[in-house]
């Protein structure tokens, strides 16, 4: 038996199913989970000391690659002062002012721990502001699991969102729509049929979280104008965009102004660190100045809180997004012409720092295209890049990251090892 196996066996008797969060366990990849012991750049390294060069980045955070030598400076600096104060600091005031400068909607911003935290708070705020109930998501948009978010698309469009988590109340999943993402026409007709009941739409703008699918710029704006005719808060889920695709986050891409954002990973620098935030009129109506309560021990953290400011400063340097954008194309295009040689049906995408591999010929641009991928394909792709010492999400449905570590011989290498995984799929 390995050591990974041996880990992995031993983890499921004290936590289920082994991992702390359900992706980290393999299910739809097969497989024996790898227990990572260290990283440092654009590797880390297993239990049995195996080096991969790592594109989850722990699902986005580490954008500079692992352990920094800045931002370890930077959270060692500050560890001797304090672990945890539960009381405001100087350095909260900084990553908030940062996070304003960077994000030019963002107005005011409360710092939470998760993402989940992020988003469950920005729809309580949403639904306090308009003093309404009804919030619209979309298929295949993740956003945490607070209760209201762990929907699926009911029968039709007038019915009420069905739970996609067991524990979920159908009290709480029918104040849920969830609508086709891309779809103009459908969103139209949401609203005119109850758009007066609408507090938020929540949209990941850039999504991840069914592999990369860009939203069309059509989409984004009628979200907007929609929003703008009936009064309801328009909140963009950049928690894996912002940061990724764009300094100024999906919405400097698009330029598109929603009324609320939430943020985290890259402001963490890989430290339990989120944000949620925007007009300050809305923002207003947060606790302890208005009566939407919201609250968190260890928000604004200041270790988190050292390597997320940190790693925003870093990021500023001039070109780092062409950079990463420049670096991330030429691993995704480099995977498309190993593919079409070894002539296995592929195709990929990449915005910013972020990509997406589909087993199938098109670019899918909705959900129910993404449906239509070879996952049989991907899953044997991805054990042989694993063997091979490339690790990516072990998921058809989650999109990849390339951090400012990874350099050319790092992707050159990732497409050789590619060249011999396409060969032994086409075989
Ligand atoms: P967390 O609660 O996991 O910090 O953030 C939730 C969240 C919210 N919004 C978006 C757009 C997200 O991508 C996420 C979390 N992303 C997943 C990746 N598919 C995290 C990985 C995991 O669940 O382990």
Redesign the pocket.
């Known amino acids: 038996m390995s050591k990974n196996q041996a880990l992995f066996e031993r983890a499921q008797r004290t936590i289920p199913g082994g991992v702390n ?4 366990a393999f299910r739809s990849v097969g497989g024996t989970p790898r227990f990572i012991e260290r990283a440092q750049g654009a590797y880390f390294w297993d239990a049995e000391g195996k080096r991969y060069i790592d594109y989850i980045g722990s ?2 955070p580490m954008i500079l690659g692992h352990v920094h030598p800045e931002v370890l400076d930077a959270v060692q600096r500050v560890l001797a002062n304090g672990f945890s104060f539960g009381a405001p600091t100087e350095a909260e005031i900084e990553i908030a002012e940062e996070i304003c400068k960077l994000v030019p909607s963002i107005e005011q911003v409360r710092m939470v721990s ?6 469950m708070s920005a729809l309580r705020l949403a639904r306090g502001f308009t003093d309404r109930s009804r919030i619209i998501k979309f298929e295949g ?5 607070a209760d209201s978010l762990l929907v699926k698309a009911g029968s039709g469009l007038l019915t009420f969102g069905n739970p996609t988590s067991a524990g979920v109340p159908a009290d709480i999943a029918k104040h849920t729509t969830v609508l086709e993402y891309n779809n103009v026409e459908q969103l139209n007709e949401a609203f005119k049929a109850f758009g007066p009941e609408i507090a938020s739409v929540i949209v ?1 703008p850039v999504a ?2 069914m592999n990369l699918v860009r939203a069309t710029p059509e989409f984004l704006d009628a979200l907007r104008e929609r929003c703008n005719e009936y009064g309801a808060v328009l909140i963009f ?5 912002g940061f990724r695709v764009a300094l100024g986050g999906a919405q400097q891409v698009y330029g598109i102004k929603p009324d609320l954002t ?1 943020l ?2 890259v402001i963490g620098g890989g430290m339990p660190a ?1 944000a949620f935030g925007g007009r300050r009129d809305i923002m207003a109506h947060l606790a302890p100045l208005g009566g939407v309560y919201q609250a968190g021990t260890l928000s604004g953290n200041p270790i988190a809180v050292a390597a997320g400011l940190k790693t925003l400063k870093l990021i500023q340097r001039p070109g780092f997004y062409d950079d990463l954008a420049k670096q991330t194309r030429k691993l995704v295009d480099g995977l498309t012409r190993a593919a079409r040689d070894a002539k296995v049906p592929f195709s990929a995408d990449s915005i910013g720092g972020m990509f997406g591999l589909y087993f199938m010929d098109q670019v899918p641009g909705s959900f129910a295209q993404i449906q239509q991928g070879d996952t049989k394909r991907f899953n044997a792709f991805f054990h042989a890049m694993l063997d091979a010492g490339v690790y990516f999400a072990p998921s058809a449905f ?1 999109a990849g990251f390339v951090s400012s570590a990874h350099d050319d011989a790092i992707v050159d290498a990732t497409i050789d090892a590619a060249r011999g995984a396409f060969a032994s799929l086409a075989a």
């Open positions: 969060s359900p992706v980290r699902w986005g998760s993402g989940t935290e992020a988003t948009c993740y956003h945490g699991h990941e991840g979280n889920d950049e928690v894996m965009c939430c985290g990973k989120a989650e």
